[in-house]
């Protein structure tokens, strides 16, 4: 047997050169976001209270709910909001036109058009909103992705039904999702389901569950299958409408490392990363693993109905799409002391740096991440999120915020997806999050900034709300007008 020597084994290093690939034509470069960050608009044409508008800036922020501090306390809540999105939405896709943007997501409040989740009939203001953006981004040549459920379940669905915890939330979703098909299939090419659908695992609020129960575990296992149902039911719908259009799921991505080789640290790293692969696994494959449904049996849970494994065998995705931020280390050591990044917690790892908010910066996982889910599903992936939140000023004299760190993340980011796609990845677009500074989701900062267009407002919600373009704003017009060829 012929053995490799050092020189060989390198010749499988070789093969992530990307530096020569091209990004496919008609790659969907642009921004991404979501309903409760950017709209604003709280009350307005009939728009019913979401699980956000009581949400206020705080680490703890989710707490301030569950612990029943919205009913009896004020405050300032930014996501009601916003940064005015709703009332400056032409100027704002005007703005990002001129960055020609490909694509651009945004996401639907369930409550603008069903106020309590609950009604028969869609809410007419509420449509007619939603087929404006939409109008003016084809206008302007974008494509809209819409999300349909990215957090803002209505709070009317937590408090009588504790969210996907209930199975009754199923139809009202695909009640609602339909409504969306009626009035925008004709027009939106790409479709996401449920924002970050395994995020629930880490906060169930975001699938509108207050109440975890006697067995948590049980709990979440129930809510994530009715969430799998409503995606899949949805798909039914949108395709038995005959919509030629592409639906994707949406996961919460961090490719998960061992902090060393022991085998206790690998597999450990290996089971966490199927703990978010699970939640893609069911919507891409159409199907769960056995072993995951005889756990289930074996506990007793009462999770899955008769019929539901066929409508999410006929319900699986056409796409699998992620955010990514970063990647995330494990030890099997108990005593290591672990840090929450975006989905998962991670010990330190020496070659990685740390954002602000102690995200850890990875571009390289960025590239193994599209391995690997390309690897395991052989369906196109779309990076519908990905960049670095910063505290930033303008200048004193005027001129726009030089934000060299962003454009230095993006575009080591987007040099590790040229790999991926040099090694074969099938590789739909790349949006960053996000286009416009906006209140962070997870502690409803505005100071934690994401855009190339800075908006003068801080955690307060004082300032005039005007936008500017920072200096990565030129940049990723040229990234977009050379399909990836400058960087
Ligand atoms: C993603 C969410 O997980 O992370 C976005 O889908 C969110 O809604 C983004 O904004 C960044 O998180 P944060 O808390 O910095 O806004």
Known sequence: MAVMDNADTQAGLSMRDGSAAEFPQGFLWGGATSSCQIEGGYGLDGRGDTLYDYLPVSKNRYAWYTEGNHLTQDAYYPCRKGIDF??????????????????????VAWSRIFPTGEEKQPCEEGL???????????????QPVVTILHYDIPLALIERYNGFASRQVVDLYVRYATALFDRLGSKVPYWLTFNEINIMEHCPLDAGVRDLGDDPRETIARTAHHQFLASARAINEYRRRGYTGKVGCMLGYEPVYPQTCNPEDVLMAWNSERQQLQYSDVQAFGRYDQAVLDGYDANGWDVVHEGDLKEIATGSVDFVSFSYYSSATVSADPNAAM?????????????????????????????????KLYDRYRLPLFIVECGLGVRECPPADGGPIQDDYRID???????????????????????????????????????????????????????????????????????????????
């Open 86 to 107: 709703y009332h400056t939405y032409r100027e704002d896709i005007a703005l990002l036109a001129q960055m020609g943007i490909k694509a651009f997501r945004l996401s």
């Open 128 to 142: 007619a909103f939603y087929e404006s953006v939409v109008d003016e981004l084809l206008a302007h040549g974008i």
């Open 339 to 371: 840090e929450r990044g975006n989905i998962t917690y991670s010990v330190e790892n020496p070659y990685l740096q740390r954002t602000q908010w102690g995200w850890l910066i990875d571009p390289l996982g960025l590239e193994l991440a599209l391995l």
């Open 409 to 487: 993340y993006l575009r080591r980011h987007i040099e590790a997806a040229r790999c991926a796609v040099a090694a074969g990845v099938d590789l739909m677009g790349f949006l960053t999050w996000s286009p416009l500074d906006m209140p962070s989701a997870a502690t409803g900062e505005q100071e934690k900034r994401y855009g190339f267009v800075y908006v003068d407002a801080d955690n307060q919600g004082c300032g005039t709300y005007e936008r500017s373009k920072k200096a990565s704003f030129d940049w990723y017009a040229k990234v977009i007008a050379t399909n990836g060829a400058e960087v």
